[in-house]
């Protein structure tokens, strides 16, 4: 009945800059730290604060995830943001579909004929100010993986009070990339 996603992630790998040094060999990890999340609580506004790669849309300011819990197991999801090279505003949609107590797919609605999809596992939250999410995409015989910070008010997007758990999470996971801070500082969203 729960689990997560997409937090701020609705986000997939963009085949460009910064793409290839992220890219693992083999299939994506089980990931058996991740919490089970209640799916309710979850649903809402999530903030990106930091990430360790490029998501689907490129390097955005103004990153705001938005999860509508449809049924039990399922969001309808809209993450959009400013793009850093051309201050437009993009976004992207996409489902999200519970698949066990732990682990969400997310089928992205893009204009690729190839589909795009991700994994991803919530690895700390509190529900009501902060969230450590990983994601993971299966690119041939490789994958990436994706790690966010996400707070539910941009104010706290500065606030490294998630620190130590972020920190927890990428060790397990084995993920050593630099977390780029993403400016939420007078962002209109829509």
């Not at 996603?5 to 460009?16: P, Q, T």
Request: proline share 3%; with cysteine.
């Amino acid at each position: 009945m729960n689990s997560f996603i997409v937090i701020f992630g609705i986000i997939v790998a963009a085949y460009g800059e910064d793409h290839s040094s992220a890219l693992r060999d083999g299939p994506c990890p089980d990931i058996k730290n991740a919490l089970s999340i209640d799916i309710a609580k979850f649903s809402g506004n999530w903030y990106g604060a930091k990430e360790n790669s490029l998501d689907i849309l490129g390097r955005v300011n103004c990153s705001l995830l938005t999860l509508q819990r449809h049924g039990a197991d399922q969001w309808a999801v809209l993450y959009s943001g400013i793009s850093r090279k051309t201050n437009e505003r993009l976004s992207v949609t996409a489902t999200a579909k519970i698949v066990d107590q732990k682990t969400t797919i997310v089928n992205y609605n893009t204009n690729s004929s190839v589909p795009l999809v991700k994994t991803y596992w919530v690895m700390s939250t509190d529900y009501i100010h902060k969230a450590i999410v990983v994601s993971c995409e299966q690119i041939r015989s490789q994958h990436q993986l994706q790690i966010w910070s996400n707070k539910r008010r941009p104010k706290d997007c500065l606030s490294d009070d998630d620190e130590e758990d972020l920190a927890s999470a990428m060790k397990s996971l084995g993920i050593n990339e630099i977390m780029t801070p993403i400016n939420q500082t007078g962002c209109v969203y829509y």
